[in-house]
Structure formats: C-alpha cells, structure tokens
C-alpha cells in the first residue's frame, strides 16, 4: 500500500482544515487507518485511527471533539476533519495503514505502511 497525504497548510487559530490520505492499491478496505502527527523537536505522536469499515475510531485525548476521521473505500482514501485548530496542533502529519486493528491502535509500530507527510501550521 503507498499513501500520498494532502490538505495540509496555514491557518489561524480557531479555524478548520480537512487532510486528505490517498492509498494505491485494491486492499485499502482491509487495512485500518491511522494520523499521526510530529511537531519539531518532539516525538511523533498517535492522532485517530479508523476501523477497515469505519465503524470505529479512537481519538487521542488532545484532539477529540475536534478532529474527526473518516474514510471512503469507494474512493481508497482516509480523511482527517480539523476544527477549532489550536496553535499546539502544529505538525507534520502522517497517515498510516494497519493490518490489524486493536479497537485502539495508537503506537506506530502497529502500522505497516506510512504516507510522507503533510505540514499544518496554526498561527495565534
């Protein structure tokens, strides 16, 4: 599976913006489907992920209520919706695929494939 994520950019405080993870391949629907972020100087850190069918998600604490994951497997691509943007949420984005999906995968190493990354920045 390749990802090509996108949607990323520049945006105040407050405001949205939905990133968007294209994957290749037939098995998308097979694979459950993760963000992660990486902020400079920190360490990557476990955003949401999605079931193969979307039927369940988990969100990391910092982010629910704000941002929501979806996916389409008629159009092989997984989405991030950002809403009430905070500068903290500054990062590098990445989606991922897994093959397995706990209900709760929040580490990297439970995902096989990774995307190269799309920049968010919030400014205050």
């Known amino acids: 599976v390749q990802l090509q994520a996108s949607g990323g950019g520049l945006v105040q405080a407050g405001g949205s913006l939905r990133l968007s993870c294209a994957a290749s391949?037939?098995?998308?629907?097979?694979?459950?489907m993760g963000w992660f972020r990486q902020a400079p100087g920190k360490e990557r850190e476990f955003v949401a992920t999605?079931?193969?069918?979307?039927?369940?998600?988990y969100y990391a604490d910092s982010v629910k209520g704000r941002f929501t994951i979806s996916r389409d497997n008629a159009k092989n691509t997984v989405y991030l919706q950002m809403n009430s943007l905070k500068p903290e949420d500054t990062a590098v984005y990445y989606c991922?695929?897994?093959?397995?999906?706990?209900?709760?995968?929040?580490?990297?190493?439970?995902?096989?494939?990774w995307g190269q990354g799309t920049l968010v920045t919030v400014s205050s």
């Open positions: 391949g037939r098995t998308f629907s097979s694979y459950a």
């Open positions: 999605i079931s193969w069918s979307g039927g369940s998600t």
């Open positions: 991922a695929a897994a093959q397995y999906y706990s209900g709760s995968s929040d580490t990297s190493n439970e995902y096989d494939y």
